[in-house]
């Protein structure tokens, strides 16, 4: 696939690139994008949730009433889960959510999502650019040059730029990476992809069969 190269001003520059078909041309495999975001998600979970059990609640030990002849069931502790305040039967205790996912399986996925957005027209290539200076009114310009304001972006940079990336972080719908940090999640997250002239080689090295 062929895309004209676009200006920071959104108008075509004159030169164009070739999309390599093996990242961008391939059928979705949309089970693998399935794990790979699942995989993501489980990694942002802190798993610090923990609820005290019988042993762990604080209270006497003592029996609360005789065995027999009261007319109830018997009971020999307050901290019995059947009473109010007494501990929680199997709750939750902190855990690792991680859960092992191959290199191979997080490239497929990801080629999978770039070839999605591929067909539908969803990448532009951008000329490399910068900012003098953060400021938020500079990357406004650049989505509106584009005509992306009302869409979910994701800026795909050759490498982290402080002045671009603290100039679009706070505008809603829209994140800004580099190559090294791209992920499946967001991929699938964003409506549209802008990716610099530069980042393409680099995401063509990364995502490339290893003989």
Do not use: C, W
């Not at 006497?60 to 039967?89: E, H, L, M």
């Amino acid at each position: 696939m062929e895309l004209s190269v676009l200006n920071i001003e959104g108008k075509e520059s004159g030169k164009k690139v070739t999309l390599p078909e093996e990242i961008f041309g391939i059928e979705p495999n949309e089970h693998v994008v399935y794990l790979d975001v699942k995989h993501y998600l489980a990694n942002q979970r802190q798993g610090t949730h923990k609820a005290k059990e019988r042993a762990e609640v604080s209270y006497s030990t003592r029996k609360i009433k005789r065995q027999k002849g009261t007319g109830g069931a018997r009971a020999g502790s307050i901290k019995s889960p059947v009473f109010v305040g007494g501990g929680r039967i199997f709750g939750p205790r902190p855990r690792d959510y991680d859960f092992k996912l191959n290199k191979k399986v997080k490239d497929l996925a990801r080629k999978s999502v770039l070839s999605a957005r591929a067909k539908e027209d969803a990448i532009a290539v951008l000329e490399p650019f910068t900012f003098e200076q953060p400021k938020t009114k500079s990357y406004l310009s650049l989505l509106n040059a584009l005509s992306l304001n009302d869409k979910k972006t994701l800026l795909i940079l050759d490498s982290y730029d402080k002045n671009v990336y603290l100039s679009g972080r706070n505008i809603p719908k829209t994140k800004i990476t580099s190559v090294d940090s791209v992920n499946t999640y967001d991929l699938i997250n964003a409506e549209r992809l802008i990716i610099t002239e530069t980042a393409l080689p680099k995401i063509e090295t990364l995502l490339s069969e290893k003989s």
